[in-house]
């Protein structure tokens, strides 16, 4: 109460103008107190609603790490026509993929030589077509529709995502096999007794029947598989 009852006093005696500016000052102080509280509030709440998502989210991926409990959230975050196309893709109904016409086909190998040669980076590629482009009628392998079109059928025909797919397989190609690999496919004669050891232990198979759609089916049977006790070279290239 005594300091109210000095703060009176002391706006008594300033001048009209310094009051003025004085009541003014405090005015606005008050209101951006209440003003910023008010946001304050309102920040607080956002944060809170915005960690209880965060918490619910990790909540339902972390409770259960088991691959079904994580699968079956992964696909509860598609939407229906999403998660029965993946359906209807496996297990052999229906595919995404158009009819192969000769228009398609051609068109699309165009394309991709096109987005080839945009590509600034592909030393692998590069090489292979300085040194091996003119061998033979075709050049090196990698310049035949029949290599071309495995990746534009693994793209759906996307042009560009087909190019950047065909970079990356002649670096690591090259890394793994060297020249060789920039040439022409890999036989079963590149490799050395402890590759070809590792190739008959079947951890890898071609299963003799195919699906529905008559696609060839890979079974992994890897499950004994120790990496120590195999080159990392002979894994990637096989």
Do not use: W
């Not at 071309?148 to 797919?165: G, M, P, T, Y």
């Amino acid at each position: 109460m005594k300091e109210r009852e000095r703060e009176r006093e002391r706006e008594k005696k300033m001048p009209k103008v310094a009051r003025h500016q004085h009541e003014s000052f405090s005015s606005s102080i008050s209101s951006s107190i209440s003003s910023g509280g008010g946001n304050a509030n309102a920040t607080q709440q956002h944060n809170t609603t915005t960690t209880n998502t965060t918490t619910q989210t990790q909540t339902i991926t972390e409770t259960d790490q088991s691959p079904d409990a994580l699968l079956a959230y992964e696909l509860n975050q598609l939407s229906f026509h999403e998660r029965n196309t993946i359906n209807e893709e496996v297990h052999g109904v229906r595919d995404c993929y158009p009819e192969e016409t000769p228009e398609l086909l051609n068109d699309s190998l165009a394309s991709l030589e096109k987005e080839l040669s945009k590509i600034k980076h592909k030393p692998a590629y590069d090489l292979a077509q300085q040194k091996y482009g003119q061998i033979k009628k075709d050049g090196t392998y990698i310049n035949t529709d029949r290599f071309r079109l495995i990746f534009l059928r693994c793209e759906i025909f996307n042009s560009k995502k087909a190019a950047a797919r065909i970079v990356a397989f002649l670096e690591l190609s090259y890394e793994i096999c060297g020249e060789l690999a920039l040439y022409r496919d890999l036989l079963l004669s590149d490799f050395d007794s402890q590759a070809l050891q590792f190739m008959r232990g079947g951890y890898f198979q071609i299963l003799p029947g195919r699906d529905r759609s008559g696609r060839r089916v890979v079974g992994n049977f890897s499950g004994d598989f120790n990496p120590r006790h195999h080159r990392r070279t002979d894994r990637v290239s096989l």
